[in-house]
């Protein structure tokens, strides 16, 4: 799986979008970019995963630049329930056997939502 | 819809005894099984990971192992805790099938004494 680089840290104005970048520069052709978050003390939370395409859910938007290589996270209304660590993951998709099962985490980016 | 239960919540036992966590998964069938553990801060590390009853393969060589009675059942046991066993673990499922993304559950926070 390719590496990826987040920021330590981050901070956001409450009810202001939050934009979380992840480089990915050595992403290969059938790799896909995961994000999940994990809030102080809890599991891990999925939040979204594209492969090239801009993908959209009930929780935040995925940008993936054109050339692949780098992504943005954003939660457009970010609250305080939406601070937490947020991690990039980026893995192959769909293919079974071994290290293929792991997620890999990094250190992720702690965003910081404030009133 | 899917839900993943772990219990139980937290944990405090000696060095050298037992240990018993389970975890269930309702609403899916023959979903793939994972037990992860996180060190106080640091990462997730994958422990064991189940494709089916009876089925269980090892990622790093431990003092754990771990067991599925049934199909939506993933057991992680000792038969005696050492104090690097301490940490956050976790269970997630996945589709069968399709191994990306994968759901956890709450977490048991272990302490050993």
């Known amino acids: 799986d390719a590496k990826t680089t987040q920021p330590p840290s981050m901070d956001c104005a409450e009810g202001r979008a939050a934009n979380l970048p992840c480089n990915h520069s050595?992403?290969?052709?059938?790799?896909?970019v995961y994000w999940y978050r994990q809030i102080h003390s809890q599991g891990p939370q999925y939040i979204i995963h594209?492969?090239?395409n801009n993908e959209t859910n009930e929780m935040a938007s995925l940008i993936i630049t054109e050339d692949r290589k780098s992504s943005t996270l954003i939660l457009p209304h970010a609250t305080l329930r939406d601070t937490a660590v947020y991690y990039c993951i980026v893995r192959v998709k769909g293919l079974g056997g071994g290290s293929n099962y792991k997620l890999t985490f990094g250190k992720g980016t702690l965003l910081t939502v404030n009133p | 819809s899917q839900t993943i239960h772990q219990w139980p919540a937290t944990l405090v036992q000696p060095v050298g005894s037992p240990l018993s966590l389970e975890c269930t998964v309702e609403g899916t069938s023959n979903p793939n099984l994972y037990w992860y553990r996180q060190a106080a801060g640091r990462g997730l590390q994958l422990l064991f990971y189940s494709v089916g009853i009876g089925q269980i393969s090892s990622e790093v060589p431990q003092n754990l192992s771990a067991s599925r009675p049934q199909d939506r059942q993933f057991i992680l046991s000792s038969k005696k805790l050492l104090l690097s066993d301490s940490g956050f673990y976790l269970c997630?499922?996945?589709?069968?099938?399709?191994?990306?993304?994968?759901?956890f559950g709450p977490g048991t926070r272990l302490t050993v004494l």
């Open positions: 050595t992403i290969s052709g059938n790799e896909y």
């Open positions: 997630a499922w996945g589709l069968a099938g399709a191994q990306d993304t994968q759901y």
């Open positions: 594209g492969l090239k």
